[in-house]
């Protein structure tokens, strides 16, 4: 029997987001961490977290909080906080199957006056237009009246170690005035920096989705900025750097959009804005933009190596990082796979990934093809630079270049490099 502390809290889903939580809560309360996948149970169990958000040094980070994978065994909680992702399917709308599987599962076991708390990026509406009915059907029970349910979307920022789960001010919000009340006083004793109360999980949910969506649209800005100023023989990051000296100028990047936030949420709120009759012209315009990216970046390889005369189906391209971004593991929805299937399609006589970062049983599964451990020396006709991990900036450029023949190109993708080391950069 699991002595209780406070309240018991119930984390499902055990990814990036959910085991940070689950930690967090643990340090006040009685957690139960459960996650479908048995091997990521059993790595917890040893005290090891793939994902690298959590520092476990070989054991459970402390007597209050237990992993399992069998539903049963959270029958004990009082409060359920669901942290399972929400991509998108094939044809870019949400895939809330994961959704919807955790809310029947949670729904199974949920008793009286129990509190469920969803933290999955969703449209506004979801969380009480298809979560709760799923709660209520499989439970039995009446919304508001047996069971409450709070919204309190994440904000992990994966390899952040500066900004972090109890450093980041987080949103919180409830289905009555009291489960408000409930859901923020929870928050208070893990978020060091406070939480914002609203209205409604209408407003939160719109919150949440907003952030990515207005950082998608931005980013596609300077990427099709960085196209122009490539035609106009600019360097666009002294551009961006001059443009910065005025106070009120955004700074963003040009860049590969991945992952599974800022590349996948804004069709969560572009789907729901079809629903009610509106055409969302510019967050369509900025995922076009952002998802055309890895064409545009190998154009711009295949052109380099043409102008310095080499053929493109005896060439052999190297591409250095996998992740959708720096110094993280995470494979998922990364943009350097477009990148990579665009220059296969240009008919390159070779294309390697080569990341120490990520796990290359993970993208064989995933991905289906084998990355490459070590590069060979001299190989390369040219090196594609795509990922900044910590692991690249501590390198010089003669690192990259030892891979390559006498005659090749370096593209620098996010310009780590001056622009006078290497032969391109976006």
């Known amino acids: 029997m699991i002595q209780k502390i406070d309240e018991t809290i119930g984390v499902i889903g055990l990814g990036y987001v959910g085991l940070p939580l689950a930690v967090a809560f643990s340090k006040h309360h009685t957690v139960i961490g459960f996650d479908l996948n048995l091997q990521r149970i059993e790595e917890l169990n040893r005290g090891f977290d793939k994902t690298g958000e959590v520092s476990m040094e070989g054991s459970k980070p402390n007597e209050n909080i237990f992993f399992t994978s069998d539903i049963k065994e959270l029958k004990e909680c009082s409060v359920y906080i669901i942290a399972v992702p929400t991509p998108i399917d094939s044809s870019k709308n949400p895939d809330l199957n994961l959704l919807k599987s955790a809310s029947k599962l949670t729904g199974s076991i949920l008793n009286k006056t129990d509190l469920v708390i969803y933290e999955s990026t969703v449209y506004p509406g979801c969380t009480e237009e298809i979560c709760v009915p799923i709660l209520q059907e499989t439970s039995g029970l009446e919304y508001n009246r047996d069971f409450f349910v709070g919204y309190s979307p994440e904000r992990i920022n994966p390899g952040d170690s500066e900004h972090n789960l109890t450093s980041i001010l987080k949103i919180t919000s409830g289905s009555t005035t009291h489960t408000s009340e409930r859901v923020d006083n929870l928050y208070k004793t893990i978020i060091k920096v406070g939480t914002h109360k609203v209205s409604s999980i209408k407003v939160a949910e719109a919150a949440k989705v907003i952030e990515n969506t207005q950082r998608d649209v931005n980013i596609a800005l300077i990427n099709e900025l960085a196209q122009i100023f490539y035609k106009l023989d600019l360097d666009t990051s002294e551009v961006l750097e001059a443009a910065s000296t005025k106070w009120n ?170 622009i006078d080391q290497t032969d391109g950069r976006l």
């Open 249 to 418: 100028f955004l700074s963003f990047h040009p860049g590969l959009v991945g992952g599974h936030c800022i590349g996948v949420d804004p069709y969560y709120l572009t789907y729901k804005s079809k629903e009610l009759g509106i055409d969302p012209q510019i967050v369509l315009a900025g995922r076009r933009t952002n998802d055309g990216m890895g064409s545009y970046v190998a154009d711009r390889v295949k052109e380099l190596i043409t102008n310095k005369g080499m053929g493109v189906e005896t060439s052999k391209v190297l591409i250095c990082g996998f992740s959708f971004k720096p110094n993280i593991s995470d494979i998922r929805n990364t943009g350097v796979f477009n990148v990579y299937n665009a220059l296969k399609n240009h008919n390159f006589s070779r294309v390697d990934i080569y990341d120490p970062n990520v796990d290359s049983n993970e993208v064989a599964n995933l991905y289906d093809f084998e990355m490459t451990i070590k590069p060979n020396k001299d190989y390369y006709d040219a090196i594609l630079i795509a990922v900044s991990h910590n692991i690249f900036l501590e390198k010089d450029i003669h690192f990259f270049k030892s891979f390559c023949k006498k005659q090749s190109v370096i593209y620098d993708l996010n310009s780590i490099f001056p």
